[in-house]
């Protein structure tokens, strides 16, 4: 129905498979990432669209959405689809004209949120990708912004994590963060040593999972940790913040979406064509074969630096560049073919 | 002219460079700063060899941390992958509580 309202009237729809049947955390989960999705700078105007007797209430979401305007639409109350979907253009499109007239202000990059992730990893990821993304963020970092990384490629490396903690306090939230994956993963019958390295990565040259983790840990610079994040929780504060994420890509990169991330850089090896609503994502590969084989999906090449013709440093130069021109509105080429994923991950049982 | 041989050291503190070249085969030598490395099995690109002596139950580093231990006897110039290097993240673990000072079953979360 979102989808319906949101074409018609060229507006963003956030559709996701929960919101009921849901207790607990996964409950508060599930709240928790559509009032970010809709909180998100990137985000005007909301309408949110419910069926108006699930357990997350459209309004409980709709009220903690601050500073822009938001509207409920309930189907039961609405009197059926054709009617919510009609009511719902008629909401959109009077948001949308007034959003129109909105006029651009210049503002430091000190208010940017940046989502930084990794994604069909390889070789070229902890050579290149990762850490010339990580030169882009030490410098947004040092102009007083936000940089957001999520916790799924750094399992081995909680140590390290621990000690770039600015607080005894965070560095326990860190560790028992990585403890409680670990539990997770034993109560399922798994070791989630067995799944990482992954085949492939182990074919591309990683060995042990500590040394994956380090090589996408380089995407977060050098910048010490201010504080761990909830998934889907929005930073207080600037500086480098990590975020628990788990499963797969795309519920990862919803998760720095709904935390408030304006734009999202996503290094690839092997190449991986997600995007998000609301939320540019940037691809950057350091995989020369991959950016001739698939250029319409990846914006910025390092492949360079692999090669012997860029320095690292260079390549950060390039990719602070592009962050700073899609925050001033250019598209990234995942935005413009128009793939928008986003998966609300579940951490419980469905009732 | 010789073609120029490439590798990567992320760290002065690394023991493993990184091969940037395409299919570098058992035999050659490769320049790795002021050492002159012969390849003691072929190694592909993206791969790791060892660029010191890594004995048997030592670490091997790259990025300047430990990323695993030698399962046997580790030459310059070999190879380091899955068949002569183990994972240990359990001790990195270990390693992570140690290191920040607490104790995960203290009930105050406060190093003592």
Known sequence: MAQRIADTVGATAVVHQNGCGQVGADLEQTKRMLIGMGNNPNAGAAIIVGLGCEAVFPEAVAHKIKGKPVEVLKIQAAGGTTRTIQKGINLAQKMLMALSQEKRKEVDMANLVLGVKCGASGPSSGIAANPALGMASDRLIHMKGTVIIGTESLYGCEHILARKAVSKGIALDIIRCF?????????????????????????????????????????AGKAPIVGFLKPGEPPQGNGLWLMETRGADVGQISKQAAGGCQIVAFTTDLGNPIGLPLVPVIKITGNAKTYIKNPEDIDIDTSPVILGHMKISEAGEMIFSKLRDVANGALTKTEVLGFREFAIPRIGSSL | MGKKRRVLIHDPKDNVAVILEESLKKGEEITVGSQKIKLRSNIPFGHKMAIREIPRGRMAIKYGEKIGRAKKDIHVGDRVHVQNLEDIVDELRAMALEEAGISLDSTRGESS
């Open chain 1, 179 to 219: 403890k409680r994956i670990d539990e997770d993963a034993r109560r399922l019958g798994h070791s989630f040593k067995e799944a990482n390295p992954t085949p492939g990565n182990k074919r591309a040259g990683i060995t042990t999972m500590a040394e994956k983790a380090m090589g996408a840990l380089t995407k």
